[in-house]
């Protein structure tokens, strides 16, 4: 059973930064692929940021130059530094691992943290 945890998210001004983090225990996260989603009320879940295995990154355009995600093979945590955060941001924030083992592809999800950013 793979299990993600999400932490870290909160309220937030304006401006303002924070870093959720996702722990990932379990042999898989040698082989996945991380990636940070989110979704806003009202609206469809979307991509925020990946990792690959071997550290390339991707990023929606939103957040491009703002946001940063990183992980740490040892310890099998994702984070997703957020910076110069904006109303638009605020959203419940999910952990995601993707991976392959042959033709089997597996996809696993977190229970969400929520981000809100507000004056």
């Known amino acids: 059973q793979v299990q993600l945890v999400e932490s870290g998210g909160g309220l937030v001004q304006p401006g303002g930064s924070l870093r959720p983090s996702c722990a990932a225990p379990?042999?898989?996260?040698?082989?996945?692929?991380m990636a940070w989603y989110r979704q806003a009320p009202g609206k469809q879940r979307e991509l925020v940021a990946d990792?690959?295995?071997?550290?390339?990154?991707n990023y929606a355009d939103s957040v491009k130059g703002r946001f940063t995600i990183s992980r740490d093979n040892a310890k099998k945590m994702v984070y997703l530094q957020m910076n110069t955060l904006k109303p638009e941001d605020t959203a419940v924030y999910y952990c995601?691992?993707?991976?392959?083992?042959?033709?089997?592809?597996?996809?696993?999800w977190g229970q969400g943290t929520q981000v809100a950013v507000s004056s």
């Open positions: 995601n691992a993707r991976y392959f083992i042959l033709t089997t592809s597996y996809n696993y």
């Open positions: 379990g042999t898989f996260f040698s082989i996945a692929t």
């Open positions: 990792i690959t295995t071997g550290s390339s990154t």
